[in-house]
């Protein structure tokens, strides 16, 4: 396995994409993790970016919580409603369609926190949602899945008091498949993850802040079993410190140059 390189490559974007395109053409198991910013050049708003996007005036951290929930469920309802409609009209970018390909030449391990099927769109085999799926409805209470067509919205004026569909089961409200804030990652997914990383001689990482545990505990984990890790961010990030390599890039700029 070739050594670290150092980070003084961190200089020259293309003398580090070169040495990235040969690390993942030269690795035995390839893990990719992708974060929100995987899906930013699909028109997805990320959470910590200041897009301009309708809800850039809440904070997530307090609507994703059970404790958010509770306090003004239409509210954090209307908020999913419309990330549901976004995602559904938006379409995977060359990042996403990069991974897929990349997938078919060579083995490819992908994670997501991301909660959005963008990946599976583009054609990619995904081993874990560590933060579920936003389209995958179930009740509050009873958990019974959700699977009847939602009312349509109007995606720039969207209802911020828009009530959940009643569970037909309990009559308790409908929520959407996601991990909010203080709840547990999905068991199998999380422990799937972690064997993954700790086989993987090589961990691009794409588009995350690295704030969120213990999803950003993965990356750590993987250099601890002798990875080599490499950033793929247009900014630097909380994770920017304990990486190989960072390439200062967006995902639909640097995935497509792993195919050259
Ligand atoms: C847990 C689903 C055990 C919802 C998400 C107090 C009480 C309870 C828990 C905690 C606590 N204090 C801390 C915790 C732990 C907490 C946590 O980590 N908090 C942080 C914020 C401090 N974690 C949890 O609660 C987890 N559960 O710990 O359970 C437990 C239980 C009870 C009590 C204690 C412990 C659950 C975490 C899951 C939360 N759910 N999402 C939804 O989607 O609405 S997390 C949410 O943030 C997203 O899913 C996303 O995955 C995640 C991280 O965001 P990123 O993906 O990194 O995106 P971000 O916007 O932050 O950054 C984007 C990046 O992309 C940037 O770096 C940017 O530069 C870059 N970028 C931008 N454009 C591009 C780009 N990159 C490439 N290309 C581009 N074009
Ligand atoms: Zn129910």
């Known amino acids: 396995m070739s050594p670290a390189p150092s980070k003084s490559q961190n200089e020259g974007s293309d003398a580090i994409a070169l040495t990235v395109v040969r690390l993942v053409r030269d690795a035995r198991q390839l893990v990719v993790l992708t974060g929100a910013g995987m899906s930013a050049e699909s028109g997805i708003p990320t959470f910590r970016g200041s897009d301009a996007s309708w809800w850039s005036r809440f904070d997530p951290q307090r609507l994703a919580s059970v404790p958010g929930w509770k306090a003004d469920r239409a509210l954090v309802w209307a908020w999913y409603r419309w990330r549901i409609a976004l995602i559904a009209q938006a379409q995977p970018?060359?990042?996403?369609?990069?991974?897929?390909?990349?997938?078919?030449?060579?083995?490819?391990?992908?994670?997501?926190?991301?909660?959005?099927?963008?990946?599976?769109?583009?054609?990619?085999?995904?081993?874990?949602?560590?933060?579920?799926?936003?389209?995958?409805?179930?009740?509050?209470a009873c958990g019974t899945p959700y699977t009847r067509e939602l009312p349509v919205i109007d995606l720039h004026a969207p209802d911020p008091t828009l009530e959940p569909p009643a569970c037909p089961h309990c009559g308790d409200a409908v929520r959407p498949g996601v991990v909010w804030f203080g709840e547990i990652l999905p068991e199998l997914p999380w422990r799937a993850s972690v064997e993954a990383v700790e086989q993987a001689d090589v961990v691009l990482v794409v588009g995350t802040s690295g704030l969120v545990y213990p999803a950003a505990e993965l990356p750590q984990i993987a250099r601890r079993n002798g990875a080599t890790v490499v950033e793929i961010n247009p900014q630097p990030s909380a994770l920017t410190a304990q990486v190989d390599l960072h390439w200062r890039a967006t995902a639909a700029q640097a995935l497509p140059r792993l195919l050259d």
């Open 93 to 140: 970018n060359p990042g996403h369609r990069a991974l897929a390909q990349l997938a078919r030449r060579q083995s490819l391990v992908l994670v997501t926190q991301n909660v959005d099927d963008l990946h599976e769109r583009a054609g990619s085999d995904v081993l874990a949602h560590l933060h579920g799926r936003i389209d995958a409805l179930r009740c509050f």
